[in-house]
């Protein structure tokens, strides 16, 4: 509670939060550290919910282009009402996965923040969020959604997705090549039935040519410790170009 009241104090200091919360939504202010140092002027959030972390995009990178995707209604909807009048923010009611098609997602009763395509396992018992009904989705690689000459270096990718982030990296690697940084939430427990870890995740991403920069927010359970954390990752190449350019 006195973590919601912190967050909900500092969006009312700030003018640029305010239309946020006039919709009833607050910006994820939590990943500002992480976050307010880096160039970027493409902005892809996968798993955009309401549009929270849009919001604190928006705030930080003002000139960006915002490409968010969300595949449930109900959101999707909030999304769209938060953002109707901002001309570079734009919402893709999608999710993404490893192939175009249909697929169900279990609804969570929390504004839907902890919906999955995966069945919950001990998120219930963590968080207390519990499955309402499902909702059938529209799902695809990203570039299935966006065309890839959309994207202007530098570019953010977040993906917060509960539990399917394997998923997702996989349905954007056609993208990935572009990514300069990868902000992306894992789980050291499983949350939701036969999830990949943090260990799966940082394999994966090494694959890719992702690098670990950094950990944040991360939550202990008083039974389960450790649980998740947030993951910033910069690709090599990124990482080569800033090097090149410090030592001309």
């Not at 549009?51 to 909807?77: D, M, V, W």
Request: include cysteine.
């Amino acid at each position: 509670m006195l973590k919601k009241m912190g967050k909900l104090l500092e969006a009312l200091s700030s003018p640029s939060y305010w239309s946020g919360l006039r919709h009833g939504i607050a910006p994820t202010i939590e990943h500002r550290l992480a976050l307010q140092r880096l160039n970027v002027r493409t902005v892809l959030d996968i798993g955009a919910n309401r549009g929270q972390f849009s919001l604190l995009a928006r705030c930080l990178y003002p000139a960006a282009t915002i490409y968010a995707f969300e595949p449930l209604q109900r959101p999707a909807e909030q999304f769209r009402g938060l953002f109707a009048n901002n001309a570079n923010v734009h919402l893709f009611q999608v999710g993404i996965d490893e192939a175009l098609g249909d697929t169900k997602m279990f609804v969570a009763n929390d504004h839907h923040a902890s919906s999955s395509i995966l069945k919950a396992h001990k998120q219930s018992q963590i968080f207390g969020s519990r499955e309402t009904g499902e909702e059938t989705v529209r799902v695809g690689r990203l570039n299935d959604f966006l065309p890839l000459d959309s994207i202007r270096p530098p570019c953010l990718l977040k993906i917060d997705v509960q539990g399917y982030e394997l998923q997702v990296i996989n349905g954007c690697r056609e993208v990935l090549p572009l990514v300069d940084y990868l902000y992306v939430e894992c789980c050291y427990v499983e949350l939701y039935a036969r999830q990949a870890l943090a260990h799966e995740i940082l394999r994966r991403l090494g694959e890719f040519g992702f690098a670990l920069r950094g950990t944040f927010n991360q939550y202990c359970d008083p039974e389960e410790g450790p649980v998740l954390a947030d993951f910033l990752f910069q690709s090599l190449k990124s990482m080569a170009a800033v090097r090149a350019a410090q030592l001309k």
